[in-house]
């Protein structure tokens, strides 16, 4: 986790330790880039006790070992890093993470990386072990460099859009543009020009990294790979940009052969979800967002997915698509309607099979988050009262019903003109979005131009507003409501209980169930995911006992049972 760290500055891990041969393919005096983040502008900024970012750092567990100097480039304001390991055994052991053509991160000019004598090709030995290969560039633009009269716009880097290649021999891999549209960020509103675009980072946000998958099989040869880095050539009529300059981390990580063949991992929920990094399209009562990962060896081409809220009934529904080793897809879940969301406000998300067979790891099958509920409202008559600024033609403004029917829709506004829209909406879900193409709110303090608009939802029996937007909210306001349906938790009075004893087992175990009915599944797996025994035992609200002697060898495994809403999972150990 890094939190508030200055703009500009990195996170690096320089090791201390050189005597570990497991880990001889690094150095102490080589610096590794294992994130980025750019501090917000701080006037009149209040995080509150703060806000999370989280950095999947697991490719630099073998630097994160021993001795380590971290540093993340300033002293002016406080940090706070805390590293939080997961048990568990990742896709595949890195063999060597390689840093082609500069170490940790460098500042480069923009015309040298264009004539490419700043990152020119790169001939690379991999390691003797090495079965998978991903290159991951972090870049970031920066400076206000032109050839213009009187320093015109445009400038470079921060603010002019390149595009960005990777080649293996003379083959282009990828090419990807990182210029970001900075209105949607999470941490807002700030001071300062928080919502302009730049190349690749926006003020109060991490950087994020493109990752490419490179097949080992057509571009490597004798063990050997020529690696390159490109980028758009400097504009000829305006030559003074190639001064501006970008910050660069660019890593070539190297695996073993993976561990599995057919395994998806549940790799995070985007919603429902409270971690603030998602909070722009949170609360919902709509579908759910999940991401899934390809951590086995084959290509990832369809996965089950079983998903439910606590104390509901779950769904089901097969993705299908194509995915290389550890590439990622954001995976939207269909609910049949909205009394899904009936239950405890926790969302939990399996992955129950990977390439129409059983999936290999059951550790990376689950996830589950808290999640906090959308506003009621106790009233079916609301009013939408908006108030355009002097830009109104940058707004849109809608409400649609949970099948996403459009019950309002405001555009083609008059300026600085109030629209108060009563609307009678039945039990349901609903979700309100505001856009603006000029990505600066009803408000903002660089644009003293556009005036100041508003937006409130008012009782249709009342003048009292329910909700009020505020005005500087960037490119867009997304609210989802309810009326009538509170979506309140829901308590069960039957408990479940779910035991095995005697453990530490030396041979036989019983499990014990306790309040479920019906048929409850059973599955054991060892902790590298091997299923090792499944069954069923049929429960009608009691308790229910059977016993199990399945003559299993000294170790650790786990014991899961489910009945279709609710899994427990516990470990079993067996000795001797």
């Given at each position: 986790?890094?939190?508030?760290?200055?703009k500009?500055?990195?996170?690096?891990?320089?090791d201390?330790?050189?005597?570990?041969?497991?880990?001889?393919?690094?150095s102490?005096?080589?610096?590794y880039?294992?994130?980025?983040y750019?501090?917000?502008?701080g006037?009149?900024?209040?995080?509150?006790?703060?806000?999370?970012?989280?950095?999947?750092?697991?490719?630099?567990?073998?630097?994160?070992?021993?001795?380590?100097?971290?540093?993340?480039?300033?002293?002016?304001?406080?940090?706070?890093?805390?590293?939080?390991?997961?048990?568990?055994?990742?896709?595949?052991?890195?063999?060597?993470i390689?840093?082609?053509?500069?170490?940790g991160?460098?500042?480069?000019?923009?015309?040298?990386?264009?004539?490419?004598?700043?990152?020119?090709?790169?001939?690379?030995?991999?390691h003797?072990?090495?079965?998978?290969?991903?290159?991951?560039?972090?870049?970031?633009?920066?400076?206000?460099?032109t050839?213009?009269?009187?320093?015109?716009?445009?400038?470079?880097?921060?603010?002019?859009?390149?595009?960005?290649?990777?080649?293996?021999?003379?083959?282009?891999?990828?090419?990807w543009?990182?210029?970001?549209?900075?209105?949607?960020?999470?941490?807002?509103?700030?001071?300062?020009?928080?919502?302009?675009?730049?190349?690749?980072?926006?003020?109060?946000?991490m950087?994020?990294?493109?990752?490419?998958?490179?097949d080992?099989?057509?571009?490597?040869?004798?063990?050997?790979?020529?690696?390159?880095?490109?980028?758009?050539?400097?504009?000829?009529?305006?030559?003074?940009?190639?001064?501006?300059?970008?910050?660069?981390?660019?890593?070539?990580?190297?695996?073993?052969?993976?561990?599995?063949?057919?395994?998806a991992?549940?790799y995070?929920?985007?919603?429902p979800?409270d971690?603030f990094?998602?909070?722009?399209?949170?609360?919902?009562?709509?579908?759910?967002?999940?991401?899934?990962?390809?951590?086995?060896?084959?290509?990832?081409?369809?996965?089950?997915i079983?998903?439910?809220?606590?104390?509901?009934?779950?769904?089901?529904?097969?993705?299908?698509?194509?995915?290389?080793?550890?590439?990622?897809?954001?995976?939207?879940?269909?609910?049949?309607?909205?009394?899904f969301w009936?239950?405890?406000?926790?969302?939990?998300?399996?992955?129950?099979?990977?390439?129409?067979?059983?999936?290999?790891?059951?550790?990376?099958?689950?996830?589950?988050?808290?999640?906090?509920?959308?506003?009621?409202?106790?009233?079916?008559?609301?009013?939408?009262?908006?108030?355009?600024?002097?830009?109104?033609?940058?707004?849109?403004?809608?409400?649609?019903?949970?099948?996403?029917?459009?019950l309002?829709?405001?555009?083609?506004?008059?300026a600085?003109?109030?629209?108060?829209?009563?609307?009678?909406?039945?039990?349901?879900?609903?979700?309100?979005?505001?856009?603006?193409?000029?990505?600066?709110?009803?408000?903002?303090?660089?644009?003293?131009?556009?005036?100041?608009?508003?937006?409130?939802?008012?009782?249709g029996?009342?003048?009292?507003?329910?909700?009020?937007?505020?005005?500087?909210?960037?490119?867009?306001?997304?609210?989802?409501?309810?009326?009538?349906?509170?979506?309140?938790?829901?308590?069960?009075?039957?408990?479940?209980?779910?035991?095995?004893?005697?453990?530490?087992?030396?041979?036989?175990?019983?499990?014990?169930?306790?309040?479920?009915?019906?048929?409850?599944?059973?599955?054991?797996?060892?902790?590298?995911?091997?299923?090792?025994?499944?069954?069923?035992?049929?429960?009608?609200?009691?308790?229910?006992?059977?016993?199990?002697?399945?003559?299993?060898?000294?170790?650790?495994?786990?014991l899961?049972?489910?009945?279709?809403?609710?899994?427990?999972?516990?470990?079993?150990?067996?000795?001797?």
């Amino acid at each position: 986790y890094l939190n508030g760290i200055r703009k500009d500055s990195t996170a690096i891990v320089r090791d201390s330790i050189l005597h570990n041969r497991t880990k001889s393919w690094y150095s102490n005096t080589v610096a590794y880039e294992i994130g980025r983040y750019i501090t917000p502008y701080g006037i009149n900024l209040n995080m509150g006790d703060g806000k999370t970012w989280i950095y999947d750092v697991t490719d630099y567990y073998g630097i994160l070992q021993d001795t380590v100097h971290l540093a993340s480039g300033t002293n002016l304001e406080l940090q706070d890093v805390r590293f939080a390991f997961i048990k568990g055994a990742p896709p595949a052991r890195v063999t060597h993470i390689g840093q082609p053509w500069f170490k940790g991160h460098n500042t480069k000019r923009f015309k040298d990386l264009a004539d490419n004598t700043s990152a020119a090709p790169a001939q690379v030995k991999l390691h003797p072990d090495t079965r998978q290969l991903r290159l991951r560039a972090r870049l970031t633009g920066h400076g206000f460099q032109t050839s213009n009269a009187g320093g015109a716009y445009p400038h470079c880097c921060e603010f002019w859009e390149n595009t960005h290649y990777f080649y293996a021999g003379n083959q282009q891999l990828a090419s990807w543009k990182i210029f970001q549209e900075c209105g949607y960020n999470p941490l807002y509103p700030q001071g300062g020009t928080w919502t302009t675009p730049r190349e690749g980072w926006c003020p109060g946000d991490m950087v994020p990294d493109k990752n490419v998958y490179v097949d080992l099989s057509r571009y490597a040869s004798g063990g050997n790979i020529t690696l390159d880095y490109g980028i758009s050539p400097v504009p000829a009529n305006n030559p003074g940009l190639g001064l501006g300059d970008y910050v660069m981390s660019l890593q070539a990580i190297e695996y073993a052969d993976p561990g599995r063949e057919n395994d998806a991992e549940l790799y995070d929920i985007i919603r429902p979800t409270d971690q603030f990094y998602h909070s722009r399209i949170n609360p919902v009562c709509s579908n759910p967002a999940i991401i899934i990962r390809n951590a086995g060896s084959k290509p990832l081409t369809t996965a089950e997915i079983r998903y439910y809220v606590a104390g509901g009934k779950a769904e089901i529904y097969t993705w299908n698509g194509n995915l290389q080793f550890m590439e990622t897809e954001t995976v939207t879940l269909p609910i049949s309607g909205t009394d899904f969301w009936n239950g405890k406000q926790v969302f939990t998300a399996v992955i129950t099979g990977a390439n129409n067979t059983t999936d290999e790891y059951a550790l990376n099958d689950t996830a589950s988050v808290h999640y906090s509920i959308p506003d009621n409202f106790s009233t079916d008559k609301i009013v939408v009262a908006f108030r355009t600024n002097n830009s109104p033609s940058h707004n849109v403004l809608t409400i649609q019903n949970f099948n996403g029917d459009t019950l309002l829709l405001r555009n083609n506004l008059a300026a600085n003109h109030s629209y108060n829209d009563t609307l009678l909406l039945p039990r349901g879900c609903y979700t309100l979005k505001l856009t603006d193409a000029g990505h600066d709110g009803l408000s903002f303090w660089a644009n003293p131009g556009q005036g100041t608009g508003s937006l409130q939802i008012r009782s249709g029996n009342s003048p009292f507003p329910l909700k009020t937007f505020g005005a500087d909210f960037g490119a867009e306001i997304s609210y989802a409501f309810s009326t009538g349906f509170p979506m309140e938790v829901y308590d069960s009075d039957k408990p479940f209980s779910f035991e095995v004893f005697p453990n530490p087992a030396n041979g036989a175990f019983y499990i014990r169930l306790s309040g479920y009915t019906g048929n409850v599944n059973l599955q054991l797996t060892n902790l590298i995911g091997q299923q090792i025994m499944t069954d069923a035992v049929q429960c009608s609200g009691g308790i229910s006992e059977k016993k199990y002697d399945l003559q299993l060898t000294a170790g650790i495994y786990l014991l899961k049972a489910g009945d279709g809403n609710n899994i427990s999972t516990l470990r079993l150990v067996v000795r001797d």
